[in-house]
């Protein structure tokens, strides 16, 4: 594809790197100056007010700053960005203003347009198209635009002002405001968030092509109920074009869902099998919850990607790690026997009765020596048959009123001993149950995503994911041979 082609097909979406001013649209006293005061937050660079009906605003202007205009056509300086809420019945007035200025994106918060299902609504559509005239990209209507937490652009209150390297791509500005809620506390921060509603200009194609050409991400995140007619051959050119993990949840796959669709953004779903088999042409990650997507970003973010398909298995209770075996082996891993010459180390550190060195380790009896669990977690990663481990260990054990040996090198060593998944470049994945004891989980869920270590509660909350992110792995290595 040459660059003239590209650029036909993808939107240039490059200046949005370099914001430096912005304005909102509409801010209004009902709403307590929501949006204008979101972005007041953060906002590194000139931030404007427009409506014509105000001349103050208070903890923003005192009426003689230069910061409240009644038109973006007033403001002296650039406008690179806006972030329009005002009625449908004034939105055309306002993009003709913000083209005359020269502002560069558009976010429309405003509704009622082909999510209303109505005529009026999809020919108000049109109209944005006409009067933007290629000049102003639009993000909407019917969405929350963009969080930059590098720029301090956010939409929200209290949204995380750390930049991270992962990119969010979703037509719903809702599932946004979880991801991006939700991302500190998973131990990860995203590059930029994309909600673009509508997207009756700018779309899921042009923002995948985007991230995956964007040197602040290096993973790509998604939530898509369709595309427009016509857009598919440019999706596929797009994935083809991208070298960096995309995980996705397609919504609308049910009859039902596809209704709710329609009414949420007037997208067409489109054909179940259709989607899946995309997705696993070009290594897709696809999950069914925005609750995996979440893990499988911190997953990758914490290992990489990886093909993963002997796991090793550490229990404090010989039940769990039977269950941990049945579900490894029901979504098509395997807990192999480890090597003789492993299973002779292992022997050697395991010394107390009730325990087992097999594979799954059963360690409960002896798992205040810590020295040994450290040692036994160290051999057992060191086998070349072993692609990770996956490791359970109760809240309690981090209490010290539940342990009957008071020792204060435990938290420490433990804590030493789940990084050795990095000095061997293999996942290990502890599985820390909630319980009790949950002010003692959070602290040490909390330490342990400092040094990139990804706590799960349940095991059906990160093993099916495993060989989805194998099959990226496999299908992208392919890729990169045939390049």
Not at 29 to 43: G, I, P, S, V, Y
Not at 50 to 76: A, H, L, M
Not at 448 to 476: A, Q, T, Y
Request: glycine share 8%; hydrophobic share 40%; aromatic share 10%.
């Amino acid at each position: 594809m040459t660059e003239k082609n590209r650029s036909n097909t993808f939107k240039d979406l490059s200046f949005i790197n370099n914001i430096k001013s912005m304005a909102v649209i509409g801010t209004s006293e009902n709403r307590d100056f929501f949006f204008l005061r979101n972005h007041q937050e953060h906002f590194q660079g000139d931030l404007y007010a427009i409506n014509p009906k105000i001349q103050k605003i208070p903890r923003f202007d005192d009426g003689t700053e230069g910061k409240i205009y009644s038109s973006v056509k007033n403001v002296p300086g650039n406008v690179d960005f806006v972030f329009i809420a005002v009625p449908p019945t004034k939105i055309i007035e306002v993009i003709d203003d913000c083209v005359e200025k020269g502002v560069r994106l558009a976010s429309i918060f405003t509704a009622e347009f082909s999510d209303a299902g109505t005529k009026e609504g999809i020919e108000l559509e049109k109209k944005l198209i006409e009067h933007a005239k290629n000049k102003l990209r639009i993000l909407g209507p019917n969405g929350m635009g963009l969080f930059y937490p590098k720029l301090g652009i956010a939409w929200r209150p209290k949204f995380p002002n750390f930049p991270g390297n992962v990119g969010f791509i979703a037509q719903s500005g809702g599932i946004c405001n979880i991801a991006i809620y939700s991302s500190q506390e998973l131990g990860f921060n995203f590059s930029k968030v994309f909600s673009f509603g509508n997207g009756v200009d700018i779309d899921f194609v042009d923002l995948i092509y985007f991230l995956s050409k964007d040197p602040e991400t290096d993973i790509i995140l998604g939530y898509i109920e369709g595309i427009s007619k016509g857009r598919g051959k440019a999706l596929q050119k797009a994935l083809e074009l991208n070298d960096k993990p995309i995980v996705v949840v397609k919504g609308g796959k049910s009859g039902i869902g596809s209704v709710a669709a329609k009414t949420h953004t007037g997208t067409m779903t489109g054909e179940k099998k259709i989607w899946e088999t995309l997705f696993k042409q070009y290594g897709v990650i696809e999950v069914e919850s925005i609750e995996q997507l979440l893990n499988v970003a911190r997953l990758i973010k914490c290992y990489g990607t990886f093909n993963i398909k002997n796991i090793a298995v550490l229990s404090c209770s010989g039940g769990y790690g039977v269950i941990l075996v049945d579900l490894i082996e029901k979504f098509g891993l395997h807990v192999p026997p480890f090597s003789k010459a492993t299973q002779i180390k292992l022997e050697k550190e395991i010394f107390t009765s009730g325990t087992s060195s097999n594979n799954p380790l059963d360690v409960a009896a002896q798992i205040y020596n810590t020295e040994s669990i450290y040692n036994i977690i160290d051999i057992a990663l060191y086998d070349k048959e072993i692609d990770g481990l996956i490791i359970d260990l109760p809240a309690w054990f981090f209490n010290t009123d539940y342990l009957f040996r008071k020792d204060r090198y435990f938290e420490p060593i433990i804590i030493k001993a789940f990084g050795l998944g990095h000095k061997y470049h293999k996942p290990l994945i502890p599985i820390i149950q909630r319980v009790n004891c949950p002010e003692d989980r959070i602290r040490i869920v909390r330490k342990l995503n400092e040094k990139k270590i990804p706590v799960f509660g349940d095991p059906l909350e990160v093993i099916p994911l495993l060989p989805k992110i194998s099959r990226n792995f496999e299908i992208m290595k392919k890729k990169k041979k045939t390049e």
